[in-house]
């Protein structure tokens, strides 16, 4: 069956970068495209952008761009969502989520999500 | 950016009530429109593809419609299961926005 299993909460200080992984398994890694969102408490989710795990291509949302990166190792079909600059309002959950590569293509499996709080 | 505004926000309703929520895209988005539910302390699940597709496994209760820019998604006969909170989604245009939420609780 297929799994996206995020790696777990992490506490970052403003300023830090953190790392994010989202594993795959149950299917073919390189198939599908893979988007992280992020979910502040109370609030619907934001999309923050893509990555194709087989070209490495990426799209993200222009209030990320400069802040993060997404990248994936085939070898063990991981992706990852690295943001930087940490700021308190980055607190939130991060899911990935997978949809058939290619444009206009909707999200299907979820990752569970990753708690990232940013305090001093 | 492509603002997606769902109403009501939360409504109340009874066990086999028919629940409607509506999702409106602040330009033609096609039927590139997807609908969640997710419940509290859990990840969304997708529902709806395609403004009106249901993924594999979701009950039939469900339904969505609309195109361009309104869209509705239907609970036929509300069940204990579906409290929860739905979103919609446009995946025409990027970044790809979510609604705010609608939230579905007992009354």
């Known amino acids: 069956q297929v799994q996206l299993v995020q790696s777990g909460a992490e506490v970052k200080k403003p300023g830090a970068s953190v790392k994010v992984s989202c594993k795959a398994s149950?299917?073919?890694?390189?198939?599908?495209?893979i988007n992280w969102m992020r979910q502040v408490t109370g609030q619907g989710p934001e999309w923050i952008g893509w990555?194709?795990?087989?070209?490495?291509?990426?799209g993200y949302a222009p209030r990320f761009q400069g802040r993060v990166t997404m990248t994936r190792d085939t070898s063990v079909n991981t992706a990852f969502m690295e943001l930087s600059t940490l700021r308190p309002d980055d607190t939130a959950v991060y899911y990935c989520?997978?949809?058939?590569?290619?444009?206009?293509?909707?999200?299907?499996?979820w990752g569970q999500g990753t708690l990232v709080t940013v305090s001093s | 950016d492509v603002q997606m505004t769902q109403s009501p926000s939360s409504l109340s309703a009874s066990l086999g009530d028919r629940v409607t929520i509506t999702c409106r895209a602040s330009?033609?988005?096609?039927?590139?429109l997807a609908w969640y539910q997710q419940k509290p302390g859990r990840a969304p699940k997708s529902l709806i593809y395609?403004?009106?597709s249901l993924h594999s496994g979701v009950p039939s209760r469900f339904s969505g419609s609309g195109s361009g820019t309104s869209f509705t998604l239907t609970i036929s006969s509300l069940q204990p299961e579906d409290f929860a909170t739905y979103y919609c989604?446009?995946?025409?245009?990027?970044?790809?926005?979510f609604g705010g939420g609608t939230r579905v609780d007992i009354k």
């Open positions: 989520a997978r949809d058939y590569a290619g444009e206009g293509q909707p999200i299907d499996y």
């Open positions: 149950g299917y073919t890694f390189t198939n599908y495209d």
């Open positions: 990555m194709n795990p087989y070209s490495g291509n990426t």
């Open positions: 330009q033609g988005i096609n039927t590139y």
């Open positions: 395609a403004a009106s």
């Open positions: 989604q446009q995946y025409n245009t990027y970044p790809h926005t």
